[in-house]
T-cell receptor
Framework: GIQVEQSPPDLILQEGANSTLRCNFS?????LQWFHQNPWGQLINLFY???GTKQNGRLSATTVATERYSLLYISSSQTTDSGVYFC????????????FGAGTRLFVKA | EAGVTQFPSHSVIEKGQTVTLRCDPI?????LYWYRRVMGKEIKFLLH????????ESGMPNNRFLAERTGGTYSTLKVQPAELEDSGVYFC?????????????????FGPGTRLTVT
C-alpha cells in the first residue's frame, strides 16, 4: 500500500515564526488532505488539496502530485497553532481507505 | 448544515466491558469511515461503509470489534469485550459520492472523535 511520510516529526517554534511541514507519499494518490489535531484530540480539516495551491489565512498548502509531495506553510505562528498536523491520502488500491502519515507535532512558544 | 457527529465524546469503561460508539454522518453522504488513533500512534483506518454495505473492513483489528450501519444512515462501532489496548480516540468520517472509482476524489469530513479509555 501507499506509504506516507511526514517531516519533521517534531517542531518547536517561537510565536511569530514561519514554518513548512512536508508530506511525501510513495505512489500516485487520488486525494490529499491536511488536518490539525488540537490539544483536545479533535481533527480539524485544513485543506483538501489533491493538487495545486490553496490559502486560508495564515495557512497555505501546495501539492505537487507528479512529484508525490505536499507542503503545508504556517506563517506568523500563534500558540493556538500547537498540536499535531496530519497529512492523509486516499488509497484506491483496495477500496477507499485513507492512509495517514505519522504527523508533525508542533509546539509554539509564547 | 450539521457536520459529522459522534457520541459519546468520552467514555471510560473497565476491561471486559462493552462499549458502543455512534456516528451520524453528514446527511446524504453515502460513504462512512471509522478510524482510530491509539496512544502515540498513527491514525489507522478501520472500515468503510457505502450506504449499509461494508466496502472495506480490512483495518478492523479483531473480532471484538463490530460495526454496523443499518439503513445506511448512522453507524455504530461496538467493542466487546474491551481491552486496555483499545484505549484511544475513535474518529468517524463521511464523504459524498458512490462506492466506485468513477466518483472521483472527494473530501472526507471528520467528526470530533470519541475518546475511549479502558481501565
Amino acid at each position: 500500500g501507499i506509504q506516507v511520510e511526514q517531516s519533521p516529526p517534531d517542531l518547536i517554534l517561537q510565536e511569530g515564526a514561519n514554518s513548512t511541514l512536508r508530506c511525501n507519499f510513495s505512489d500516485s494518490v487520488n486525494n490529499l488532505q491536511w488536518f490539525h489535531q488540537n490539544p483536545w484530540g479533535q481533527l480539524i480539516n485544513l485543506f483538501y488539496i489533491p493538487s495545486g495551491t490553496k490559502q486560508n489565512g495564515r495557512l497555505s498548502a501546495t501539492t505537487v502530485a507528479t512529484e508525490r509531495y505536499s507542503l503545508l506553510y504556517i506563517s506568523s505562528s500563534q500558540t493556538t497553532d500547537s498540536g499535531v498536523y496530519f497529512c492523509a491520502v486516499e488509497d484506491w488500491a483496495g477500496g477507499f481507505k485513507t492512509i495517514f502519515g505519522a504527523g508533525t507535532r508542533l509546539f509554539v512558544k509564547a | 448544515e450539521a457536520g459529522v457527529t459522534q457520541f459519546p465524546s468520552h467514555s471510560v469503561i473497565e476491561k471486559g466491558q462493552t462499549v458502543t460508539l455512534r456516528c451520524d454522518p453528514i446527511s446524504g453522504h453515502d460513504n462512512l469511515y471509522w478510524y482510530r488513533r491509539v496512544m502515540g500512534k498513527e491514525i489507522k483506518f478501520l472500515l468503510h461503509f457505502v450506504k449499509e454495505s461494508k466496502q472495506d473492513e480490512s483495518g478492523m483489528p479483531n473480532n471484538r470489534f463490530l460495526a454496523e450501519r443499518t439503513g445506511g444512515t448512522y453507524s455504530t462501532l461496538k467493542v466487546q469485550p474491551a481491552e486496555l489496548e483499545d484505549s484511544g480516540v475513535y474518529f468517524c468520517a463521511s464523504s459524498p459520492g458512490g462506492g466506485t472509482r468513477d466518483r472521483g476524489p472527494v473530501e472526507q469530513y471528520f467528526g470530533p472523535g470519541t475518546r475511549l479509555t479502558v481501565t
